[in-house]
């Protein structure tokens, strides 16, 4: 019986150390993806002013097979959705005219993440910089998986940057 306990009494130890190193370990995240599309910078632009716009290239799309519905609000201003893992809302927060576009995102539990999308020119070309600054929830284990969720949504975002290049270089 003594065994047990001890044996009990170690594991409930390891996962009371393992719980509280994830409680310590950051959860920020900031990371940045960028694209170079042969087109002009005002037609790039339009192609993410309003969230309508943002159809033919994002994951975001009636086209998506995980997007069971989306809703647009505010003269395309606001998105609301719902997926196969929950429900969100994107709201395009501050628009400079053929330069960026601010978008504030809550999705599930997760805390707000803040994305900016800036048109820049660089040798005759138009870049698009998909800039995203937020956090994970709190909680023993989100800490272990703050390393791998950037890189997960960097690869969303440079599929969709490419898709976004591919639309724009065929208009």
């Not at 033919?56 to 998506?64: D, G, Q, Y």
């Not at 927060?93 to 707000?112: A, D, I, K």
């Not at 272990?144 to 490419?162: D, I, K, T």
């Amino acid at each position: 019986m003594i065994y047990w306990l001890r044996l009990f009494g170690l594991l409930f130890l390891f996962v009371c150390i393992i719980a509280g190193i994830g409680y310590v370990l950051p959860r920020s995240y900031d990371f940045e993806v960028a694209q170079t599309i042969n087109a002009d910078p005002q037609t790039v632009f339009e192609n993410f002013d309003t969230f309508p716009d943002w159809q033919p290239w994002s994951r975001w799309s009636t086209e998506s097979p995980v997007i069971e519905f989306l809703k647009y609000s505010d003269e395309g201003k606001t998105m609301e959705w719902t997926d196969v893992r929950g429900k969100g809302v994107m709201k395009i927060t501050e628009t400079e005219p053929g330069e960026m576009v601010r978008v504030s995102s809550l999705y599930g539990q997760f805390p707000e993440m803040t994305s900016t999308l800036r048109v820049g020119s660089e040798g005759g070309f138009t870049v698009v910089a998909w800039h995203s600054v937020g956090s994970l929830p709190s909680g023993p284990f989100y800490g272990y998986f703050s390393p791998f969720f950037p890189n997960n949504m960097r690869a969303q975002y440079a599929e969709s940057l490419r898709k976004l290049k591919l639309h724009c270089e065929k208009e």
